[in-house]
């Protein structure tokens, strides 16, 4: 969702670069183009001075990727060419991208801001000193300000945006926790669902008219549904077909009821059961889900479920940057699991993610966070660790789940491997960069033959 649209946002940035002349443009261009990799040092050695803001910049990983990215986002800014709708509407992406970055690693946006000023002020002296026509350098400010504060706009824009998500998803979740239990929710709901069916079921039997036939979406049921689960759950694919088939009962099923001969309000009238069924299916998987989502646990294996994974990242992040210690991630996916399943079934498959995430378990110590990040992939934190102490663990990991017999029937012992990926923080403050690593690291040990352990190279 966009502030305005791109076609208005991209109106407004031509006709701010319109306000200047093509003259005046280029001269700023080459000025820059000439001087990015100045501004860029100017940048990050300004913001060093402040404490606050060398927290996010000290490490040399930033270092080594802000001055290429810096310049590259000044030279996009400034360059002439980028004046066509396509170029502008690519340049507005790249600024909310930005923005979205900088909520996921937690910069200030104060600091932000004031980057760019620094880096206002150091364009101006360059105006100063080399511009052809130095009458222009009024002009040249405010063109350079104005360019910049629209980059910025669109930029803080996208970061509350990617804040404002978070802080609602977790807010819906809370609201809805604190307001239902979830255990007994399922069954007033179920029994809501079967009363509204009862009730349709006398009133066509009463042959009331259309009109008088009840509707889903205004039922006990209905009302629950809408102004509380669909908030709590949005974006839930699970939502979305309960919406619709709420939609497609009240709307097209039920109408059709009355005007047709009996046969055909039989065949209706199935539908619709059938359509309650599914609802009554779909809401039991989501009200599972929420209660695991409501005490960050996957439902199967109690681990931690993805909810709170930025929270914990991030939280390690800033310890590891306060006392100079570092952590590590291993990502471990089970070898084959697709075959486990259909040779030995979904259940048989279930026993196995238990008993793994048990094992995991066992393996970690009491400081590391251990995370199922869905199917048959899981995460570990380990914190507190160095690049060998790391290497030997998860090497150690993988020899274990390889000695030891997964029990898939009474009588059915069989043998599972997992393939690792360890990347170790190396000070990046973006957590997604490490996921990333280890992700890769993960990718290398399946096609490089699996069970075994591959180090992401920092
Ligand atoms: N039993 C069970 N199976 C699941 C669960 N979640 C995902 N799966 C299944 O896990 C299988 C994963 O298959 P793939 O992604 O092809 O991976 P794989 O067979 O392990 O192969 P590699 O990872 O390449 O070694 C799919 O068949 C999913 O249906 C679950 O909660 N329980």
Request: hydrophobic share 45%; charged share 25%.
């Amino acid at each position: 969702m966009h502030y305005q649209d791109y076609c208005q946002l991209v109106a407004g940035w031509q006709q701010l670069l319109g306000r200047f002349t093509d003259s005046l443009r280029r001269q700023v261009e080459a000025i820059v183009a000439a001087n990015t990799e100045e501004l860029a040092s100017h940048f990050y050695a300004t913001m060093l001075e402040d404490p606050h803001a060398s927290l996010f910049l000290s490490n040399e990983q930033v270092k080594q990727r802000l001055h290429p990215s810096m310049q590259r986002w000044l030279t996009s800014l400034f360059a002439v060419g980028n004046t066509a709708g396509e170029a502008l509407e690519s340049l507005i992406r790249q600024q909310e991208q930005i923005g979205q970055v900088h909520a996921r690693v937690d910069i200030p946006v104060n600091l932000v801001l004031s980057g760019a000023r620094h880096l206002k002020q150091r364009l101006y002296e360059f105006f100063a000193e080399q511009l052809v026509d130095p009458a222009l350098g009024g002009q040249a400010a405010i063109y350079a300000s104005d360019n910049i504060d629209m980059a910025m706009e669109i930029m803080s824009h996208a970061y509350s945006l990617a804040n404002d998500r978070n802080a609602r998803t977790e807010e819906a979740y809370r609201l809805f926790s604190l307001t239902q239990n979830l255990g007994s929710e399922r069954e007033r709901q179920r029994a809501a669902l079967l009363d509204w069916e009862n009730n349709l079921m006398f009133a066509v039997a009463a042959a009331q008219d259309t009109e008088a036939l009840p509707r889903l979406g205004a039922s006990e049921f209905g009302l629950w549904y809408h102004h509380k689960a669909m908030h709590a759950f949005e974006g839930v694919q699970e939502v979305r077909a309960i919406s619709e088939t709420i939609a497609r009962i009240d709307q097209s099923l039920l109408p059709a009821i009355a005007g047709e001969d009996r046969q055909q309000a039989m065949a209706r009238l199935t539908e619709i059961r059938e359509g309650t069924r599914s609802i009554h299916l779909l809401l039991n998987g989501l009200l599972e889900r929420a209660a695991g989502l409501e005490a960050g646990r996957d439902a199967l294996t109690k681990l931690l479920n993805r909810k709170f994974l930025p929270v914990v990242l991030n939280r390690e992040l800033e310890m590891s940057r306060a006392a100079g210690k570092t952590f590590a991630l291993l990502m471990v996916d089970i070898d084959h699991f697709k075959r486990i399943n259909d040779t030995h079934g979904h259940e048989a498959g279930d026993q196995v993610l238990q008993q793994m995430a048990a094992l995991l378990d066992r393996n970690t110590r009491g400081g590391d966070y251990l995370f199922r990040l869905g199917g048959e992939e899981f995460l570990i934190v380990v914190v507190d660790t160095d690049a060998e102490r790391a290497r030997l663990f998860a090497e150690r990991l993988r020899r274990q789940v390889e000695a030891e017999d997964f029990l898939v029937a009474a009588d059915t012992l069989i043998e599972v491997t997992v393939s690792l990926g360890l990347a170790l923080h190396h000070g990046h403050p973006d957590y997604q960069r490490l996921m990333r690593s280890a992700d890769e690291a993960l990718y290398q040990a399946k096609h490089g033959g699996r069970n075994r352990l591959v180090i992401a190279t920092p």
